[in-house]
């Protein structure tokens, strides 16, 4: 287990969790909390969907990272621009730049050299750590399904790749992806079924199949508790048609079901029904995901925020809460 | 969707992750059992263990085993009027197959079982997941097993990679990149061409890790032929009359963003859009003009509603005024909170009504499907 570290000190963080669970919102928003606190940030997006240009409403992030808030980069990874870095840093090689079909040359050798891609990704990462360019480099990782591989890799290369370049630079990748204050994983979930199963699914093959180390888990989307116990009755009771009636005509106001009648106010007691239930089903979930995960786990949640966009403001707003749960 | 699950023989559900593919694909084999008669598979690429329960299975692999009719009974379809298989599929295992089926000798075929190379690639290779699910629908499908099969795609980082999945592999296998990496393998000789190729490759990943490959290639190449005819065939299944895609997003914006996507690679590459389903659709109601009205008026003066509500003849066991007040204010401010997502909502359906008809919409569901019967109930949404 590892010592608890605030999570923004840590200098490399992976943020993964199945699709669809408000991954690269919460990556934005770590990267701006960081960004927000003085900390020199680098946000990577790993898959090219331009979400993170969407959340911070800018033009669409490249592989050359480009400052879109202050103290905040963005860049996109792109692997064939990382081997070509890599390879202008590492190699002499003036020839390079001559050889036309090297995009096709090392397509093909990625394609047929598992872990290829996946190293130039994670090794151009662990570059900026180690180069020291950012105080925290935040990765929007690929989904659950994808991120064993990818953090993986070095040691895949190591075991299959005895000698050469790419060997030669597994070593120091291993050491920063393997060093618990440096480096995490957080993974986010919302309450939901497949979410959780997922996440634990993943906490526990992260652990037997890589040395990174689980920094936190998100919840995404938790809902408000809208009743206690005691009003969740009288909620009851106006569901009673004589005193939904009542409430109808105290309302005054005539519904969308035609009158002022008591279909004027079903459909709000309708939709506090739904909120209540979802509420019910989710704790359900969050209660299995606590069970599940290690001992000591760091937790975090979102709230649900109801938002209008996902752009600026809403990467804003996940910020807050994130802020708020961390302490400060 | 009744008369298009009548008409074809395979149908794909795709869609960015997360929007329920594998729940949609298994409710409309469960209707089309129940309905349409004939034998129904659905193949799963990754089922929640409840969804597996559901099904009435302990847990199902590469092998289709039959939701036993009980199950049926039991959701109230007393006759259902054909028959429910369900399959999951075991990426290793599968490839495992492929191989065994195409090596030309059991030496090869253990060689490349045994091969480092071999298990990296199946496990770890994005494509090779891609492709496998498309390679196990082609076989099943021309096994003549089946009337109708419904298949769940694999979660892949891009919605359309599996589309050509089979038309990379079949490239892959005859790359003139790869019979140049297999050179040195066989004769040592390096040829003018290649040379750039290897100081570069060399310096890279080393010599040795270049043999492993070639090797593995070597080997791999005695199946080419097989393999590469397999790849088409299956590519040829895809655009086949009896197959269709259904594309199942929800109203979020990223899923929207895929679905408009998918539409156009499949209408690029003249595939059959079958449908487009929206899941997780909260009610119209929320974004009714007439219901903010009673809302804002809950929220605003909740104090004056409780008085009178509290007063009313009969009203007096409801509870204290104070706290029918705070319910009141909280019933108010949750419908404006769920209103602002259904209006977001509206705007993305009509971005994608743009790009597609929209066939189908399945509700916001407040609980979780754990059996045959409530994945009727999805299905019922479906069929209308």
Redesign the interface.
Known sequence: MASPVDLLDRRLLFVTG????GK?SIAAALGSLAASQGRRTLLCEV?T?G?IA?AFETAPTEFREREVAHGLWAMTMDTEASLKEYLGLQ?K?P??AR?G??A??FD??A??????KEILTVGKLCYEVRERHYDLVVADA??S??IV?QLAAPE?IN?????????DQTGWMLDILGEAPTTGVVVVATPE???V?ETLELTVRLQAETVVDLAAVVVNRVLPE??TR??E???R??RRP??TD??A???G????RGGPGRA??E??????E??V??RR?RAEHLGALREGLPPGTQLLYVPEL?????GVRATRQIAEALGAELGY | MEPLLAAKEIVICCG????GKTTTAAALAAMAAANLGGKVLVITV?P???LANALGLERFGNVETQIRPEHFAAAGVAEPRGELWAAMLDTKQSWDELVRAHAPDAATRDAILAN??YA??TS????SHDYIAMERLYEIHASGRYDLILVDT??T??AIDFLEAPERMAD?FS?R??RW?TVPARSRVFTMASK??Y???????????LQ??AEF?LLFQTMYDGFVERARAVTRTLSDKRTTFVVVS?L????VRETEFFVDALSDRKLHLGAVVLNKVL?D??R????T???Q??STDPA??AK??TE????A???APD??A???A???E??L??Q??A??EGEQRAELAAVADVVATIP?A???ITDLAGLLELGSWLWR
């Open positions: 199945k699709g669809g669970v690269t898959d969907k979400d969407g190699l090689l020839l390079l050889l079909p090297l096709r040359t093909f050798v394609n047929a050299a598992p872990g290829v690929p989904a399904g994808h591989g895949a075991d299959l790749v005895k000698v050469g370049l790419v060997r079924e497949m979410p199963n809208l009743f005691g009003e009755k009288i909620f009771e106006l004589d005193r009542a409430l005509a105290a309302v106001v005539p519904g969308p004027s106010v459909p709000l007691l309708d939709g506090a739904l909120a239930k979802l089903t109801f938002q209008r966009s996902h | 960015s992750g997360g929007v990754d929640a263990r409840r480092p190379l990296n690639i770890r290779f994005v494509q694999p979660p980082r891009n892959f790359s990149l790869l990496l750039p190729f100081t570069v490759a060399d310096r890279i990943l080393g010599t040795q890790f492993d490959i290639f929800t979020e914006p990223s899923p009610p109601w929320f009714d003009h007439d219901a009205a009673v809302a008026r809950m004056g509603l009178a509500v009313a003849a009969g009203n066991g409801i509870g706290q029918v705070r319910v009141l909280e019933v108010g949750s419908f909170n769920f602002v997502v209006t977001r916001y407040d609980h979780d």
